[in-house]
């Protein structure tokens, strides 16, 4: 079975390949103006151990840095232009980065989940709920990274309304009320907002059901313009891309046998009607 599986530390993504070739094309043109590190940092207004970090591809660069190096090398437009393809996105933990990349050109996207609100129907005030109790604790700014990625994630639904959006939501995620009556009231409006696009269909599954096809776990399945399937797990601090086709087909036939048994459409936004009349 082929499986690839990421191994974060504390959700802090590390350097990517598309981050060390951005570095190497900074040094080159560095290097080719006659700079020193130093010098450079002096005229973009950074150390010149930031200048090292990012040709490095330890750093992410920021706007200032990349306008800065632009004009100090020479406005060829090349820095602006591999700027744009930096892979790393402040927020995404590691070991998601990857389905990240894939869930921008899917056809189609499934996901099932148990434990809480996916992040694609999420609401901010849900989001730092949740992080307030993560563990080891997280300040302000990693906070506000991980919802500002997660807000830039959420415009596929509107931005791609030629992609299927599947979702299947345990009832409890809801009862639960994360965050507090008010924060469940908004979340649930948001959530029938969203049910209400062509291309986003909402089930929940009844939080007293006899049989369930998903106790083995939360999972997504991803289809790709060129008509091939992954799937993604994801548990504590890590995540596995699924590639093997038996392992695909086996989760497709879960999630197919999951919608059969989860709340229809239609109800599904009865029942979510009827809880946040109840709060």
């Known amino acids: 079975m082929v499986v690839e599986v990421a191994v974060g530390t504390g959700g802090e993504p590390e350097s990517s390949d598309s981050m060390r070739t951005f570095g190497a094309m900074v040094q080159a043109l560095r290097e080719h103006a006659g700079l020193s590190r130093e010098e450079l940092g002096e005229r973009v207004g950074y150390s010149k ?29 090349a820095v602006r232009r591999a700027a744009a393809h930096l892979a790393r996105q402040p927020g ?39 992080a307030v109790d ?13 919802w500002a990625a997660r807000a830039m994630r959420q415009q596929l639904l509107l931005d791609r309304p030629n992609t299927a959006f599947s979702f ?18 908004v979340l649930i409006d948001h959530i029938l907002e969203m049910a209400e696009l062509r291309n986003v269909e909402i089930q929940i599954m009844p939080l007293v ?4 096809t998903g106790l083995q776990g939360p999972f997504q399945l991803l289809e790709t313009p ?48 009827r809880m946040r009349g109840d709060l």
């Open 209 to 212: 059901q006899e049989s369930h």
């Open 49 to 77: 151990h930031t200048v090292a970090s990012v040709e490095l591809g330890r750093r992410m660069p920021d706007a200032v840095f990349v306008e800065g190096v632009e004009e100090a090398t020479g406005n060829t437009g």
């Open 92 to 130: 995404l933990a590691a070991w998601f980065r990857q389905w990240a990349r894939m869930e921008q050109v899917a056809i189609a996207l499934y996901t099932y989940e148990c434990r809480m609100v996916p992040g694609l129907l999420q609401t901010e005030s849900y989001a730092k709920a949740m």
């Open 226 to 273: 060129q008509n091939k399937w992954y799937a993604y797990t994801e548990g504590q601090e890590s995540g596995q891309l699924i590639t093997e086709r038996k392992v695909v087909s086996v989760l497709q036939r879960r999630y197919a046998r999951m919608r059969s048994q989860a709340h229809t459409i239609r109800n599904s936004v009865s029942l979510l009607q």
């Open 134 to 146: 993560h563990v080891p604790p997280l300040d302000d700014t990693q906070i506000d990274e991980r």
């Open 168 to 185: 299947i939501i345990e009832e409890h995620a809801f009862l639960r009320q994360t965050g507090g009556t008010a924060v469940t009231r």
